[in-house]
Nanobody, 120 residues
Framework: QVQLVESGGGLVQAGGSLRLSCAAS????????MGWYRQAPGKQRELVAQ???????NYADSVKGRFTISRDNAKNTVYLQMNTLKPEDTAVYYC??????????????WGKGTLVTVSS
């Protein structure tokens, strides 16, 4: 069984910073892409940033230049450094990972989410 556990959310003033972490544990054979999504109240879940096992990254236009995604493959952990936060960044942030539990089986896993609130 695989688990993704996020941490690092909280309340911050506009212009501030937060760093989210997500650690994968369990019966893991390999991890391909890892990423962060967010869902604001009344809105659909959207991709924030994604990073492949090789380190290639992809960002939503709304966070480019402010957020940085990184990963530690030895720790099966992905990070999201969020700088210059804006009230519109307020959302529940979810970790996602494409994980193979055997040579032949791969699936997408989600964390339970961590709330980020940015006050104006």
């Amino acid at each position: 069984q695989v688990q993704l556990v996020e941490s690092g959310g909280g309340l911050v003033q506009a212009g501030g910073s937060l760093r989210l972490s997500c650690a994968a544990s369990g019966s893991i054979f390999s991890i391909n892409a890892m990423g962060w999504y967010r869902q604001a109240p009344g809105k659909q879940r959207e991709l924030v940033a994604q990073i492949t096992s090789g380190g290639s990254t992809n960002y939503a236009d709304s966070v480019k230049g402010r957020f940085t995604i990184s990963r530690d493959n030895a720790k099966n952990t992905v990070y999201l450094q969020m700088n210059t936060l804006k009230p519109e960044d307020t959302a529940v942030y979810y970790c996602n990972a494409q994980i193979a539990t055997t040579t032949y089986y791969r699936s997408a896993y989600w964390g339970k989410g961590t709330l980020v609130t940015v006050s104006s």
